[in-house]
């Protein structure tokens, strides 16, 4: 498990890597922002002091360690605490998407604290902002530094939902070619992308929108506007979603109604042959039986006349079932 600090001011900004918790307590930063980024979570006992040293309650700790944790925000005495998942760039699974990991982020008065799950995040960013002071970043409080990653994160996602959206657009052409195998099998695995991204920008939703609604001393009156800004382009991310299951859902039946109407054809033609060969079968029928008087059995063209008749039939079918629209 990595610890690494950044702290900044107006003044300047710097970086360390802390070997232990306790170490991190001498590096903190009093006149300015201290953040502190926990990489993994596979030490669970250098965790837990870590929580100790900076005050967590032991039920936060809990959440942190539960990677399946439903993303949340609650707030405590001392600090808040958020949890959601984001993706990790650095990993893909095994049809290409991106990985989802657990981060959650403890906001005190001028420490912000992260936990990830695996090593990755999206936060590169961020710390080059803070360490070439670049925008309003070294300006800002903690609270600014909570807001950033939450965007950085929301960011991610709508660059998933991006790649998702080309990868719809190339399955509404694959929808009507009849000959594409593996349309139903990567049409599923698109679909089940979609939902794993639904499962977690659905709850960030609810857990922003609770920090809104929060009276806490850590969060300024004027961060508001951001904190709105990151919940419109998480509302914004929820409908691409809704969306794109929408565009799923149309493809598919695109899909069914092709394959449906290929199959009436096949079934129409069927049929079309099926009744031309029915009266041809009566006919041969009746003169393949093997009665002993049957007159026309002795006439000297009935062989070519018997012909001459089912051609007539045939093309008489054929002539009605064209005004009929039915060919």
């Not at 080059?128 to 807001?147: P, S, V």
């Not at 349309?183 to 991204?197: C, G, H």
């Amino acid at each position: 498990m990595d610890l690494s600090i950044i702290g900044y001011d107006p003044a300047g900004a710097w970086m360390k890597i802390a070997e232990t918790p306790e170490e991190l307590l001498g590096y903190r930063n009093p006149s300015g922002v201290t953040w502190i980024n926990v990489d993994s979570l596979t030490n669970r006992a250098d965790i837990i002091k870590l929580a100790e040293t900076f005050g967590i309650h032991p039920l936060t700790v809990e959440d942190i360690l539960d990677t399946a944790q439903r993303p949340k925000a609650e707030e405590f005495d001392d600090y808040i605490y958020i949890t959601f998942k984001a993706v990790n760039r650095k990993l893909t699974s095994e049809d290409g998407f991106h990985v989802f990991e657990q981060i959650s982020l403890v906001l005190m008065e001028s420490t912000v604290i992260t936990f990830q799950e695996m090593p990755g995040d999206s936060f590169d960013g961020i710390r080059k902002r803070i360490l070439n002071n670049a925008g309003r970043i070294r300006k800002m409080g903690a609270d600014y530094l909570a807001y950033a990653i939450m965007d950085a994160v929301v960011d991610d996602y709508i660059l998933a939902l991006d790649s998702l959206g080309s990868g719809i657009e190339d399955f509404e052409d694959r929808a009507i070619d009849e000959r594409d195998g593996s349309f139903v099998q990567d049409l599923q695995k698109i679909k089940q992308n979609i939902l794993r991204v639904r499962r977690v920008v659905w709850p960030l939703r609810e857990s922003i929108s609770g920090i809104l609604r929060m009276e806490s001393k850590l969060i300024s009156s004027e961060m508001e506007p951001f904190y709105k800004d990151v919940y419109d382009a998480v509302i914004r991310a929820v409908e691409t979603v809704e969306t794109y299951r929408e565009l799923i859902a149309g493809v598919m039946e695109i899909r069914l109604s092709t394959v449906s109407n290929r199959m009436n054809s096949v079934m129409k033609v069927l049929t079309i042959i099926s009744t031309i060969f029915i009266p041809l079968t009566f006919i041969v029928g009746v003169y393949g039986m093997n009665f002993k008087f049957m007159p026309e059995l002795d006439m000297r063209y009935a062989y070519p006349v018997t012909w001459a008749v089912m051609i007539i039939i045939v093309i008489g079918m054929l002539l009605a079932f064209k005004r009929r629209r039915w060919l």
